[in-house]
């Protein structure tokens, strides 16, 4: 059975840092296509920030870019997401994913992915 679960969410005030963990399991991941994504209250799951399986290629979110870093272990079968500079708009439930796709161009459509994690809560206070 796959399982994704996401770690290291947590409070933190304006400006500070967390980073993310989403450990797999039931399977390999290493050559899947991986992404975060993020839901906030009120507002429809968005794109965060993706790798690709091969070559390790990385897109972003515009409003991410410069201040997340996405990136992999595939002897550990797990994907990060180091976020920075974080401000209160990124209070949201993040959630990893792996996608369809063994590709080495990075994945950004929430339909392209097929196993979800259960989510983490990130709160980011002014």
């Known amino acids: 059975q796959v399982q994704l679960v996401e770690s290291g969410g947590g409070l933190v005030q304006a400006g500070g840092s967390l980073r993310l963990s989403c450990a797999g399991s039931?399977?390999?991941?290493?050559?899947?296509?991986m992404g975060w994504f993020r839901q906030a209250p009120g507002k429809e799951r968005e794109f965060v920030a993706a790798?690709?399986?091969?070559?390790?290629?990385?897109a972003y979110a515009d409003s991410v870019k410069g201040r997340f870093t996405v990136s992999r272990d595939g002897a550990k079968n797990t994907v990060y997401l180091q976020m920075n500079s974080l401000k209160p708009e990124d209070t949201a439930v993040y959630y990893c994913?792996?996608?369809?796709?063994?590709?080495?161009?990075?994945?950004?459509?929430?339909?392209?992915?097929?196993?979800w994690g259960q989510g983490t809560q990130v709160t980011v206070s002014s």
């Open positions: 994913a792996v996608s369809r796709f063994l590709t080495s161009t990075p994945v950004i459509r929430p339909d392209d992915y097929v196993y």
């Open positions: 039931g399977r390999t991941f290493s050559l899947y296509a």
């Open positions: 790798i690709s399986g091969s070559a390790g290629r990385t």
